[in-house]
């Protein structure tokens, strides 16, 4: 499997999203989808709310910190914690394309690059939903995102 891979900035985001810590890796996937559901049921209302669907993956000493939502400009509402996500001058990003089930495999192939290019991780990483419609999946496209600093 290849796929593209790039740098780029990121820039500071608000979310209104869920904020979840899981134990282990299969964990991530029965809290995201859910903590996107329950945040589009307040917000959705809102034009444009949904455009641009954010999970953010910390490692933590209990596990991972999962952070997931949508980039919003609004008011702070029951339901969801307003959540900024840092900026970053540089970030090696790669575009997974398909379902969720092999996204582990893209990772992989952007941390390899990361190392390849002399840089380390620094700070979470984030995928960006770039399109997720389809309940199958097989269309989706997910922009990863890892921050970096020189090694």
Known sequence: MSIEIFEKP??????????????SQPEIAGVVGPAFDAVASII?????????????YASI?????????????GPAQPGFELIDLDA????????????????????????????????????????LYVRAVSDDQSDWVTELQQPVTRA
Do not use: F, K
């Open 88 to 127: 970053a001058e540089t970030a090696v990003c790669g575009i997974h394309l398909g379902t969720m089930d092999r996204i582990a495999v893209s990772w992989q192939a952007l941390h390899n690059e990361i190392i390849a290019r002399g840089y380390t991780p620094d700070g979470p990483c984030r995928e």
């Open 61 to 73: 000493e209990d596990g991972t910190e999962v952070v997931a939502g949508y980039a919003y400009n």
């Open 10 to 23: 990121l820039p500071t985001v608000r979310l209104a999203a869920r904020r979840h810590v899981v134990r």
């Open 44 to 56: 959705g209302d809102e034009c444009g709310s949904l455009q641009t669907p954010i999970a953010q």
